[in-house]
T-cell receptor, first 111, second 113 residues
Framework: NAGVTQTPKFRVLKTGQSMTLLCAQD?????MYWYRQDPGMGLRLIHY???????AKGEVPDGYNVSRLKKQNFLLGLESAAPSQTSVYFC??????????FGPGTRLLVL | SQQGEEDPQALSIQEGENATMNCSYKTSINNLQWYRQNSGRGLVHLILIRSNEREKHSGRLRVTLDTSKKSSSLLITASRAADTASYFCATDNFLQGAQKLVFGQGTRLTINP
């Protein structure tokens, strides 16, 4: 039981490049979330999903897109990376209105 | 916008001492959670306290909630070096059927041996 895993762990992009971050969970959770964490800012919600095939915007969705084609996977895409998107990205999942389980994070550096 | 705000931002104590962190929030909540984050790692859930509860214990952790003051505190007793981490409070609201957590900026706790 791996819990929540994230791929890749670290990535460097040039401005304008695109990439996809993958989150996978093996706990059969309905809800999945993408957050970004910046120094001194805590975690901010980017997008979330309440079930397979559904997605919704969070607090800071601009510049990101998501897809939830399979229940266990939640993909976060950056179509045209900007230096302001340099951050640590965390995925989380939950089965209901309580505990969220977090992945180990992806460090992204946009030059 | 940040719902929860932790205080202090950083705390350094000696091993064996107690550590207290505070969290204040702005709007009404269903529950409040505390998470721990070790350096470079993901967040780990510690404890949840519901809005109709005033105090909750889990091992060396004690959480209090005062909804009239919109504040919570996390007490770690008999601290250990392994408790060195950042601690975040998170308040919830429900959005389109999903729980949305709003995190504070965290308290960075250092336990000195």
């Amino acid at each position: 039981n791996a819990g929540v895993t994230q791929t890749p762990k670290f990535r460097v992009l040039k401005t304008g490049q695109s990439m996809t971050l993958l989150c996978a969970q093996d706990m059969n959770h309905e809800y999945m979330y993408w957050y970004r964490q910046d120094p001194g800012m805590g975690l901010r919600l980017i997008h979330y999903s309440v079930g397979e095939g559904t997605t919704a915007k969070g607090e800071v969705p601009d510049g990101y897109n998501v897809s939830r084609l399979k229940k266990q996977n939640f993909l976060l895409g950056l179509e045209s990376a900007a230096p302001s998107q340099t951050s640590v990205y965390f995925c989380a999942s939950s089965t209901g209105p309580e505990t969220q389980y977090f992945g180990p994070g992806t460090r992204l550096l946009v030059l | 916008s940040q719902q929860g705000e932790e205080d202090p931002q950083a705390l350094s104590i000696q091993e064996g001492e107690n550590a207290t962190m505070n969290c204040s929030y702005k709007t009404s909540i269903n529950n409040l959670q505390w998470y721990r984050q070790n350096s470079g790692r993901g967040l780990v859930h510690l404890i949840l306290i519901r809005s109709n509860e005033r105090e909750k214990h889990s091992g060396r952790l004690r959480v209090t909630l005062d909804t009239s003051k919109k504040s919570s505190s996390l007490l770690i007793t008999a601290s250990r070096a392994a408790d060195t981490a950042s601690y975040f409070c998170a308040t919830d609201n429900f959005l389109q059927g999903a729980q949305k957590l709003v995190f504070g900026q965290g308290t960075r706790l250092t336990i000195n041996p």
